[in-house]
C-alpha cells in the first residue's frame, strides 16, 4: 500500500479537519482517528500536526474551542467550525477542484501497472 507523504497533503489538513467539524464538534483523538479510517490507513496525522493545525485555525477565526467532560469523567477540548470557518472551507474545496484539474494533466494512471 502506498501511504500519502505528510508533504504533499500539509496543505490540505486544515480542509479535512473542518470538513469533519462541519458535521459535528470533536476533540483530537476522535478527529485523527476518523482521517485515518476515512483515508483507509492511508494518511496518518500527527499529533504534533493536528494540534498545530487546531491552534492556527483557532488564531484565525475557523474554529472555536471549548472544555467538555467526556464519557471517562474527563475533560476535553472540543473543536467547533465557526462560520468563517465554513467559508473557508468552502473556498478550499474550490481551490482544490481546481488544483485537480491541473496536477491530473501530469499524472498517469499506473493503476494497471
Known sequence: MVNIS???IRGYNDTM???LLKNSPSYGYE??????DMSEGKYVIKETTLYSAF????KKGLVES???EGDNGKKRTYYRITPTGED???ERCKEWNVTKEVVEKFIEDL???
Open 6 to 8: 505528510s508533504d504533499v
Open 17 to 19: 479537519i473542518l470538513y
Open 31 to 36: 478527529i485523527s482517528k476518523e482521517i485515518k
Open 55 to 58: 491552534n492556527r485555525m483557532e
Open 66 to 68: 471549548y472544555q467538555q
Open 88 to 90: 473557508f472551507y468552502t
Open 111 to 113: 493503476s494497471d501497472k
